[in-house]
């Protein structure tokens, strides 16, 4: 948590601030990550820094909580448009795309959160980090039930919210993992622009979900 000093700098300092962590953070991973590097790419001083944040954990931290606040906006900003639950669902398929070439570091940031050395952090933020996907696709679905946009035959929305954010998240990753985007080239036989995974996702997903025409 901040200190009530960087609570007080102007918000353009803080996200700036955030912003050069986020990026040492997703390169060098928790533990490597420098915080005197941190400091002078940010252009403030490292007793700047110890005056803003108690502890690198606290930096840590905070830039997750950063994320988490943008990740948040970006889900329920669409939620709010007026467009069909398809519609929607392309939208929060092509925001990873947006994010990856604007500030890919912070989905680094979150695919380190994935690997064993980051259990401590996982304990403290999966939750917080997944109820942001969790409640958009509930309430995503549970509206599009309501506008008839999905089938409601027997539909489990907690898996299917599950299902939708499993997909999602591979996607994301593969736009700043090789390993996952070498992954999509095998399945997709090399037919991966983002464009056509997209296209065909909304596709598959309409056919599965939609409710027969003349049924209510």
Partial sequence: MP???FKHIPR?????VLDTAAREFAANGFH?????????????SVGSM????SSKEDLFSETLENGIRMLREDFF?????DA???SKIRRIFELPVSFAREKPYYLNLYLNLLSGGMDYFAEKYARRIESVGSEFFKKLIQDGIHSGHISNDGIDIDALAFFLDNHLMMFAFSQVSLYLKLRQEEFLDNNSETDHVIDNT??????????PSGKH
Avoid at 32 to 44: D, E, L, M, P, Y
Wanted: net charge positive; aromatic share 10%.
């Fill in 32 to 44: 490597k990550a420098n915080v005197n590097t941190i400091a002078s790419r940010a252009g403030i």
């Fill in 77 to 81: 900003r669409v939620l709010e448009t």
């Fill in 3 to 5: 200190k009530d000093t």
């Fill in 50 to 53: 110890y005056k803003y944040f």
């Fill in 12 to 16: 353009e300092k803080q996200l700036m």
């Fill in 84 to 86: 069909d639950t398809f």
């Fill in 202 to 211: 909304i596709k598959i997903l309409r056919k599965a979900l939609s409710r």
